[in-house]
T-cell receptor
Framework: GAGVSQSPSNKVTEKGKDVELRCDPI?????LYWYRQSLGQGLEFLIY????????KSGLPSDRFSAERTGGSVSTLTIQRTQQEDSAVYLC????????????FGPGTRLTVT | AQSVTQLDSQVPVFEEAPVELRCNYS??????LFWYVQYPNQGLQLLLK??????LVKGINGFEAEFNKSQTSFHLRKPSVHISDTAEYFC?????????????FGKGTHLIIQP
């Protein structure tokens, strides 16, 4: 595709509900990243995939957060039992390989937990 | 671990004036350095990056940055700004040869262009 796409663009959910955020990276990009952008914390790195594998999940804020990537392409970030502090913009990025190559960012999903 | 400090949260500048956005980093290993720009309600776009070689790097939209290893700085400059440059600017580092830790971002600098 032309760029990284994310869906939905906006999500409003009630506290305690589960949400699933989707990222479709640029075709051929093997590395995929999830970040969270919030007023208080700025831009935080959450998790990285090389292919379908996430070597380190320690950046996820809590065990309510999980992520997977299938077929070396689409990734989903799932937040279970959402809390108000989960409200943020969730950004996805992809790059050809990890490291020096430019990360291309999607437009983000704005999550609001009421 | 790495950290990035953007010393100014907000920088007001008159149109056609020069601007410098400051970035300092700390790291126990060599890093790659990046500047990203975020326009309102949009994702991040890469302005420029330093990987190796010449310490002065040029990017899109007339921006440039200079890597100073001794001062651990990577300040962003533009000789003449335009209204369209109003945006949030983020400095970021990536461990050399890594990537698995993602980018570490500064808190951002809001560039405000005044007519």
């Amino acid at each position: 595709g032309a760029g990284v796409s994310q869906s939905p663009s906006n999500k409003v959910t009630e506290k305690g509900k589960d949400v699933e955020l989707r990222c479709d990276p640029i075709s051929g990009h093997t590395a995929l990243y999830w970040y969270r952008q919030s007023l208080g914390q700025g831009l935080e790195f959450l998790i990285y995939f090389q292919g379908n594998s996430a070597p380190d999940k320690s950046g996820l804020p809590s065990d309510r957060f999980s992520a997977e990537r299938t077929g070396g392409s689409v990734s989903t970030l799932t937040i279970q039992r959402t809390q108000q502090e989960d409200s943020a913009v969730y950004l996805c990025a992809s790059s050809q390989v990890a490291g020096a190559y430019e990360q291309y960012f999607g437009p983000g999903t704005r999550l609001t937990v009421t | 671990a790495q950290s990035v400090t953007q010393l100014d949260s907000q920088v007001p500048v008159f149109e056609e004036a020069p601007v410098e956005l400051r970035c300092n980093y700390s790291s126990s290993v060599s890093v790659y350095l990046f500047w990203y720009v975020q326009y309102p309600n949009q994702g991040l776009q890469l302005l420029l990056k330093y990987l190796s070689g010449s310490t002065l790097v040029k990017g899109i939209n007339g921006f440039e940055a200079e890597f100073n290893k001794s001062q651990t700085s990577f300040h962003l400059r533009k000789p003449s700004v335009h209204i369209s440059d109003t945006a949030e600017y983020f400095c970021a580092v990536d461990p050399l040869g890594g990537g698995a830790d993602g980018l570490t971002f500064g808190k951002g600098t809001h560039l405000i262009i005044q007519p």
